[in-house]
């Protein structure tokens, strides 16, 4: 089993940057792919990020991509997502999953419980 705990989440003006982070147990954590996404209320799930368990392969969603950066320490069990440049529209609860990679939820086997991400303008 590997579990996932997200913290960092907070309130932030626009413009401004936070730091998330997810910590991780179990063995297989350094095989997983890991990936970051965010629903905000009243709608569906959203990718935000994802990185492979080696760290040489990232991908982004295109409404974060050169704002948000992930990466990921295996020797700390742990991954992050740096996120600058915060806009009103990036509100939203933030979750960090382990699965075999990809953008689709149901490609992600692990769920942290998830942290919130508030922008005001």
């Known amino acids: 089993q590997v579990q996932l705990v997200e913290s960092g989440g907070g309130l932030v003006q626009a413009g401004g940057s936070l730091r998330l982070s997810c910590a991780a147990s179990g063995r297989t954590f350094s095989r997983q792919t890991m990936g970051w996404f965010r629903q905000a209320p009243g709608k569906e799930r959203e990718f935000v990020a994802a990185i492979s368990w080696s760290g040489a392969r990232t991908q982004y969603a295109d409404s974060v991509k050169g704002r948000f950066t992930i990466s990921r320490d295996n020797a700390k069990n742990t991954v992050y997502l740096q996120m600058t440049s915060l806009k009103s529209e990036d509100t939203a609860l933030y979750y960090c999953?382990?699965?075999?990679?990809?953008?689709?939820?149901?490609?992600?086997?692990?769920w942290g419980r998830g942290t919130q991400v508030s922008v005001s303008s």
């Open positions: 999953a382990a699965g075999d990679g990809g953008t689709y939820s149901y490609d992600y086997n692990y």
